[in-house]
């Protein structure tokens, strides 16, 4: 299984961004997906999933309302849409999926996924 995160860069603060991650080597269609950020100096943190139906989504409360998590299964890819970007936005985005089909057991945590990919830079400028 391969994930491969792009989109990331240099934005000023309000403004906006989408990244990608497209998922090869297995039926894209049957796992969640996830994405997760890690800022300088700090721990890795869930920021959004989405069901392997696309019919749930999942956000950490301080980006509920602006960003928007969304997948195309026809293109095994699946999209993060950044929107009033803030400057503790910045950050290594990586997008992440589990090895258990469908439905897992805590789609905030990391434990739950099984493969990542390699992190697209997102820096937010005030």
């Known amino acids: 299984v391969q994930l491969q995160a792009s989109g990331g860069g240099l934005v000023q603060a309000g403004g906006s961004l989408r990244v990608s991650c497209t998922a090869s080597?297995?039926?894209?269609?049957?796992?969640?997906m996830g994405w997760f950020r890690q800022a300088p100096g700090k721990e890795r943190e869930f920021v959004a999933a989405?069901?392997?139906?696309?019919?749930?989504?999942f956000y950490r409360d301080s980006v509920k309302g602006r960003f928007t998590i969304s997948r195309d299964n026809a293109k095994s890819t699946v999209y993060l849409q950044m929107n009033s970007l803030k400057p503790e936005d910045t950050a290594l985005y990586y997008c992440?999926?589990?090895?258990?089909?469908?439905?897992?057991?805590?789609?905030?945590?990391?434990?739950?996924?099984?493969?990542w990919g390699q992190g697209t830079l997102v820096t937010v400028s005030s």
């Open positions: 992440a999926s589990p090895a258990r089909v469908y439905a897992i057991p805590n789609y905030y945590s990391a434990s739950s996924y099984s493969y």
């Open positions: 080597g297995r039926t894209f269609s049957s796992y969640t």
């Open positions: 989405i069901t392997w139906s696309g019919n749930r989504t």
